[in-house]
C-alpha cells in the first residue's frame, strides 16, 4: 500500500501531517506489516486482512481523505504466474462511495 499525504491539504486544513503518517505507521507497524519507505508499506499474504482494514478505515478517520494526495493498492505475486496490479485506492473508494449513494437514492425512489 502507498499513502501519500499532501503537506498543502494538511496546511490548508491544520492538520499536523507528520501525526498523520505517525498513525498509520503505528497501525501497520502494530500488525507486523513492513514500512518500505515513508508512506510505502509491504505486506505479505498474511497480512491481507491488515490492509482490507486499513483501506476501509482510513477514510473514516476525521483527517485522512482532507490530506490524502495519492493512494494505491498493489499486489505483486509470490509466484511467477500471480497476477499483479496496482490500483489507485482513492478512485476505488470514491467509485464505491457513489454506487452505495445511486442505491440508496433509488431505493427511496421505489
Not at 510505502?40 to 481523505?65: C, H, I, R, S
Request: hydrophobic share 30%; proline share 4%; net charge positive.
Amino acid at each position: 500500500m502507498e499513502i501519500y499525504l499532501s503537506e498543502e491539504k494538511a496546511k490548508k486544513n491544520n492538520i499536523d501531517l507528520e501525526s498523520c503518517y505517525q498513525k498509520i505507521n503505528r497501525y501497520f507497524l502494530d500488525h507486523g506489516v513492513k514500512i518500505k519507505s515513508p508512506g510505502v508499506y509491504q505486506g505479505v499474504k498474511e497480512d491481507f486482512n491488515t490492509f482490507a482494514v486499513a483501506q476501509g478505515q482510513l477514510p473514516q478517520t476525521n483527517w485522512f481523505l482532507k490530506i490524502v494526495d495519492q493512494w494505491y493498492i498493489s499486489y505483486f505475486g509470490d509466484t511467477p504466474d500471480s497476477p499483479e496490479y496496482r490500483e489507485d485506492a482513492l478512485k476505488i473508494y470514491y467509485k464505491a462511495k457513489s454506487q452505495v449513494k445511486e442505491y440508496v437514492r433509488k431505493q427511496k425512489g421505489a
